[in-house]
């Protein structure tokens, strides 16, 4: 099978079929024998890097966001000559500071990176603590973020470089829910995770602002299974966590991890 036929086939959309090629490109060149590296991937594309990956016969590489749970990674792809052990990350951590009492967020931060012309590609997980937050950004941008990096939301910032060791990890705030749904449709399961009326998710879902295993769903009847990942903009992450059996009423029972 040519690469442009592989392509056809893995890729559900133009969008994804670039950045496969893109990552076919990286595959190229470790083949040849240069290190090859992407960018930070989402979750998303990295799902659609695996695909590639296994459809390529499983070829070396590694997956690394700076910390065990991160959300973005980049993916490299090793020559047959570099071990797992010598590969140097790409990327490297910043550390904001400011005066305590402001409260700022995970999009505030985001907002004030992006302001600066910089692309989300070139910005990994923004981990955000009291008075403190932590950055993984590629290297070529640690000198200017440190010198320009001095504001975000409405409070001035004092940046250092630090280890990846000694990045701060949150620990994830989880609500467990235990309900009943009398279907398992994705708009049933998603209202009952996320505290909504049916009608209001069903308008989220059909408003593309929802994905199912970080691939985008716009189907309100696309059936939930046991395992899955619901993630909504604004509203965060829900996972199905077990699918029981029914109840008196005949509902299927639920428990659900809605992360805060």
């Given amino acids: 099978m040519s690469k442009s036929e592989l392509l056809n086939r893995l890729a559900r959309d133009g969008d994804e079929r670039r950045l496969l090629a893109r990552l076919e490109d990286k595959l190229d060149s470790a083949r040849r024998g240069s290190p090859a590296c992407t960018f930070f991937l989402s979750t998303a594309q ?77 910005v990994g997980d923004i981990l955000v603590g009291e008075g403190l937050c932590d950055l993984l950004v590629f290297r070529e941008l640690g000198p200017y973020l440190l010198q320009n990096f001095t504001e975000a939301g409405r409070a001035r910032l004092r940046v250092e470089e630090i280890p990846l060791d000694e990045l701060f990890l949150p620990t994830p705030q989880i609500k467990t829910i235990h309900d009943t749904v009398n279907t398992l449709r994705l708009d049933a399961v998603m209202a009952s995770g996320f505290s909504l009326g049916r009608s209001k998710a069903a308008a989220l879902i059909t408003g593309g602002r929802v994905e199912l295993n970080h691939r985008p769903c716009m189907k309100s009847d696309k059936t939930v299974e046991q395992g899955d990942v619901m993630t909504c903009r604004g509203l965060g992450k829900c996972v199905v966590a077990e699918v029981g059996g029914l109840s008196k009423k005949g509902r299927v029972i639920l428990t659900l991890e809605r992360y805060l």
């Fill in 46 to 122: 990295q799902e659609s890097a695996l695909r590639l990956i296994t459809a390529e016969g499983h070829p070396r590489h590694l997956f690394s966001g700076g910390w065990a749970d991160a959300e973005r990674k980049v993916c490299a792809f090793l020559p047959d000559w570099q071990e797992e052990g010598d590969w140097e990350p790409p990327f490297l951590a910043l550390r904001c500071r400011w005066q305590s009492g402001e409260a700022l967020t995970h999009r505030d931060f985001l907002g004030a990176i992006l302001g600066q012309g910089i692309d989300r590609e070139k």
